[in-house]
């Protein structure tokens, strides 16, 4: 069975920091991954995907992510954080086994302060 | 419209009304899907449809859950005697690619509708 973990409720970094958002995965097959962000009372957003390939993906508003095989991981990154970036982020794992299913992992808020 | 748009955005039922929730895809999108996302929580699958067929309803966490896309585009889940369970967000999917083709095409949220069992 597919599932994610994000390890921590909530992530507190001063803005013009690094940030690491954590995701571990489990799957049966060959995992496609997902991150997600969601601000409030809007629908989630697409931020980036890894499919195959390189396992450093870059995405929208200068985030990225790495997959880690060995680790079961794909943490979100960025170099330097923005008090926008102030929101819930998912991650997310289907497989080529698991079905129609994108299974989502229950979410790390982001706090960039000023 | 460009995006994925729900109605109603909100609503409040008394327990044991039925509630339909509307989600109207991006335009060509094969894929659809119901996730139902609980305060705090992340998102739990529903259903899937590709194009009109309800191809995994799995995740329907009871027989008064029911989803239909009868022409493919527009869907509805309905809710029949809703339960103070039942409350939650239930957001709705889509995506131009097949969900079970190897290119896995990233899936487009609408805002969803909240739900609100008294």
């Known amino acids: 069975a597919q599932s994610v973990a994000q390890p921590e409720d909530q992530v507190n970094v001063a803005e013009g920091n690094p940030l690491t958002v954590k995701c571990t995965y489990s799957?049966?097959?060959?995992?496609?991954l997902f991150w997600y962000v969601q601000y409030p009372n809007r629908g989630l957003q697409f931020l980036l995907k890894?499919?195959?390939?390189?396992?450093l993906v870059k995405g929208s508003y200068g985030f990225e992510a790495e997959f880690n095989k060995s680790q079961t991981s794909f943490h979100l990154k960025k170099p330097s954080a923005l008090v926008s970036d102030s929101a819930l982020y998912f991650c997310?794992?289907?497989?080529?086994?698991?079905?129609?299913?994108?299974?989502f992992g229950a979410g790390t808020r982001l706090f960039v302060k000023a | 419209g460009a995006g994925v748009s729900q109605s109603p955005r909100y609503k409040v039922a008394k327990r044991g009304q039925d509630v339909a929730l509307r989600c109207d895809p991006i335009?060509?999108?094969?894929?659809l899907f119901w996730y139902q996302q609980a305060l705090g929580q992340g998102p739990e699958f529903l259903t899937y449809?590709?194009?009109?067929?309800?191809?995994?309803k799995s995740g329907l966490p009871s027989d008064r859950f029911f989803a239909e896309r009868p022409e493919g585009s527009v869907s509805t889940l309905k809710i029949q005697r809703t339960q103070q369970e039942d409350s939650a967000v239930y957001l709705c999917?889509?995506?131009?690619?097949?969900?079970?083709?190897?290119?896995?095409?990233?899936?487009?949220f609408g805002e969803g509708s909240r739900l609100t069992v008294l």
């Open positions: 890894y499919i195959t390939g390189d396992n």
């Open positions: 999917a889509s995506s131009l690619v097949p969900a079970g083709d190897m290119v896995v095409g990233e899936l487009f």
């Open positions: 335009s060509g999108h094969v894929s």
């Open positions: 449809f590709q194009n009109e067929a309800q191809l995994d």
């Open positions: 997310a794992v289907r497989d080529e086994t698991g079905g129609f299913k994108t299974i």
């Open positions: 799957v049966s097959g060959n995992p496609y």
